[in-house]
């Protein structure tokens, strides 16, 4: 190889590395969207709303949520893996998408763990078991006696097929032994609105969605679905303490970005994003709806999302729950 093309391809290189740097210290020049799969007022458009309005402080840019809903977060997911990898677009990962959705569905149009990676974990929070308050029903006891003597005929809500949600509902089910008819909707905010106008019996929803309508007595909890009681509603028993020992499901938000996003990039987020978790009115903020802020580095969000998809594979696999 001649000295003169072998210097020529070692600028070449130099200059293309030096590129990439400049790129990399640039960004953001421009606004950032963050993809919200659930419509609007669900907990994990609260969440993701709850970061990004200080989350665009580190970041030098402002964050735009876009709530693009449909099959149970799915499509959202979809969307933001095939988006480009620049850093410019961002995905409210959930344990809908990231996992009961590989658990629970044998084809998705993207790979949780491969399309879409990591940037950080937000923080967990419990579902609660609510009904209308004309339900008669004060205890999950209550509860069951009047399914069973409705003989399957009470609708429920939930989300969205294969959602925390809707999961926890059907263990609930198994566990209890009844049988109610699940009414699938677009996103806990509609199916909550659906349970306050008595249209559906009840449903298990994030507790940060809940706690409104719970406090303004359109709504009746019954169960948590913790281990232990909520803080913020320390009169509400657990499902565990109600009769069945053992019964623990909580849903978590996070945020990823599609794969192919430069880790220098996926760096300075992380980075970012434990700022944000860090201040004081942001933990305020999710304590007021019941989230545990849970701040993790890129690869413990990585081991989470593991843990929990072969912790609901197990979960669909034991109780033979299939999509409708």
Not at 10 to 34: K, W
Not at 138 to 144: L, M
Not at 169 to 182: C, D, R, S, T, Y
Request: with cysteine.
């Amino acid at each position: 190889m001649k000295p003169r093309y072998v210097a020529g391809v070692v600028a070449l290189a130099v200059g293309l590395a030096a590129s990439v740097e400049a790129g990399a210290q640039a960004y953001p020049n421009r606004p950032l969207r963050l993809i919200v799969p659930f419509p609007p007022g669900g907990g994990v458009d609260i969440a993701n709303r709850i970061v990004t309005s200080r989350l665009a402080d580190f970041v030098g840019q402002q964050i735009v949520i876009e709530n693009r809903s449909g099959a149970a977060g799915n499509l959202g997911a979809e969307i933001a893996a095939k988006s480009t990898p620049d850093g410019y677009t961002l995905f409210g990962c959930n344990v809908a998408s990231h996992g009961v959705s590989p658990a629970i569905y044998r084809k998705l149009p993207f790979s949780a763990e491969k399309d879409l990676v990591p940037i950080g974990l937000y923080g967990t929070t419990p579902n609660v078991l609510v009904i209308h308050p004309a339900v008669p029903a004060k205890s999950v006891a209550e509860f069951i006696a009047h399914a069973k003597s409705t003989g399957g005929k009470l609708n429920y809500a939930s989300p969205g097929v294969g959602t925390s949600p809707h999961m926890t509902m059907e263990l609930f089910k198994l566990a209890a032994g009844i049988n109610l008819v699940h009414v699938a909707y677009k996103g806990g905010a509609p199916a909550l609105q659906d349970v306050m106008g008595g249209h559906v019996v009840g449903m298990f929803g994030n507790l940060a969605e809940q706690i409104s309508a719970i406090r303004a007595g359109r709504t009746r909890a019954l169960a948590v679905s913790s281990p232990k009681r909520n803080p913020n509603l320390p009169d509400v028993p657990t499902v565990a303490e109600s009769g069945f020992p053992g019964f623990d499901v909580s849903s978590w938000y996070g945020c990823c970005a599609p794969a192919g996003v430069p880790r220098q990039i996926l760096d300075r987020l992380n980075a970012d994003l434990l700022k944000t978790l860090d201040l004081p009115d942001i933990r305020e903020r999710f304590a007021q709806q019941s989230v545990d802020v849970k701040p993790t580095t890129r690869a413990e969000f990585a081991a989470w999302i593991r843990t929990e998809i072969e912790k609901w594979t197990k979960v669909v696999k034991g109780a033979g729950i299939t999509v409708e």
